[in-house]
Structure formats: C-alpha cells, structure tokens
C-alpha cells in the first residue's frame, strides 16, 4: 500500500524558480528518501534523510523533515529545464536488514525555459 | 558508484508467452533485490523483495506462480512473468540494496517496458 502522498501532483515553474514538493505519511518511519524519474526511466535517488534528522542540503536540494506532523518538503533551488522529471518521496518504516520502500504517487515538475 | 543493470530495456511479446527480465548489479554485492511495477503516470508498486539463495517474499495481491522470482546470486535476480497478458503490459523495475552503514542504500536499475499484445 502506498504510504507518501505528495502535493502538488502536478507543478510547472519557470527556469530559475524554486520549486517546493510536500509529502505526508502515515506511519511511523526508520528514514525518508526522495527520488526523481525521468520518463520513462529508472530512479535516481536524491537524497535521504533520518527520522532524527529535521533538515538535510545537498547541492540545490533542500529536504525536511517533520515527524510530529509526518510530513517533508523537497525544495529545489534555482531550478533548470533539466530539473523536469518525476520526484518521488519513499518511507522506509524500519530500517536495517529488514527495511523496504514504500512509495508515494509522484510529482510531475516542469520546468520551463 | 552502485549500477544496476536491466536485460531487456523492452520486450514485446504474445499472450501467453512467458518473459524472463534480469536484474543485475554490476560492482556490487546485493543484499537484496526488489522488483516493483509502475504503470503509466503512477507510482511504484512493491511485488516482491528476494534475498540470495531464498524464497522470494511477496506483497499482498502478487501471484508468486505468476510473477516467478530466482534470486542465483548476490549480483543477479531474474522475474520470469508467466503466461503474459495484456494486463501485464507494464513497467518494470528492479532494486539492488547494499549494506552501507547503518542504513541500507537501494539502487535502482533503468527498468524494462513489458508490452503483451
């Protein structure tokens, strides 16, 4: 069963925007990651970040994370045509050997030019 | 990096037919390796996670006689779909996790496109 919802579904921007992706859960989680899929390909991830972790960077990225309200954001700064794709948040409920994913529906970005 | 590869990136083939997709991790020992199917626009759905050398373990709702998953070895899982129809036509996608650290890392492979006609 899916366990992320993102918000918005959809999101168009102009290039040099920043766009902001939310995404709630349900359950109690071990880490959330975020991933992005261009059409019709495989994912790649992003970025991950802990359960005790409330904010992460990594180059133009930008993730939190509130547990109390189950609940992060994928900010992406400055943002280029190149950036239009899929972006997926995934919850890992337990973490360690026994961990696995568990998507939420995705948000179409796109960027234009 | 971890690369994982996918054989083939597509298949077309009749109902009824049986296809064999390979999941492989190329400079890495995978722990474990999940495949997922994600139709148009959606998102990915979990239908099995194997681990080397045992049984695959299934979600709710996937056929295991349908969707046969052999996982020979820590570099190589294979999803013989049998019997393919229509409804299987779909997307395809594998994930190989390593142990790094504490926390396991998945990897994921470029998918296959599986047309049944």
């Known amino acids: 069963s899916q366990q992320g919802e993102e918000d918005p579904q959809a999101l168009s921007i102009q290039e040099g925007e920043n766009a902001t992706m939310n995404c709630s859960y349900k359950t109690s989680i071990n880490n959330l990651q975020w991933y992005r899929q261009n059409s019709g390909r495989g994912l790649v991830h992003l970025i991950l970040?802990?359960?005790?972790?409330r904010e992460k960077h990594s180059g133009r990225l930008r993730v939190t994370l509130d547990t109390s309200k189950k609940s992060s954001s994928l900010l992406i700064t400055a943002s280029r045509a190149a950036d239009t794709a899929s972006y997926f948040c995934?919850?890992?409920?337990?973490?360690?050997?026994?961990?696995?994913?568990?998507f939420g529906k995705g948000i179409t970005l796109s960027v234009r030019p | 990096g971890a690369v994982v590869s996918q054989h083939p990136s597509w298949v077309i083939c009749k109902s009824g037919t049986s296809v064999k997709i390979e999941c492989r991790s190329l400079d890495f020992q995978a722990t474990t390796m999940f495949w997922y199917r994600q139709f148009p626009k959606q998102s990915l759905m979990l239908m099995a996670t194997s681990n080397e050398g045992s049984k695959a373990t299934y979600e709710q709702g996937v056929e295991k006689d349908k969707f046969l998953i052999n996982h020979a070895s820590l570099t190589l899982s294979t999803l013989t779909v049998t019997s393919a129809h229509p409804e299987d036509s779909s997307f395809y996608i594998c994930?190989?996790?390593?142990?790094?650290?504490?926390?396991?890392?998945?990897?994921f492979g470029p998918g296959t496109r599986l047309t049944v006609l």
């Open positions: 995934a919850t890992d409920a337990v973490g360690g050997a026994n961990s696995k994913l568990t």
């Open positions: 970040i802990r359960s005790n972790e």
């Open positions: 994930s190989a996790r390593r142990r790094t650290g504490s926390y396991n890392e998945q990897f």
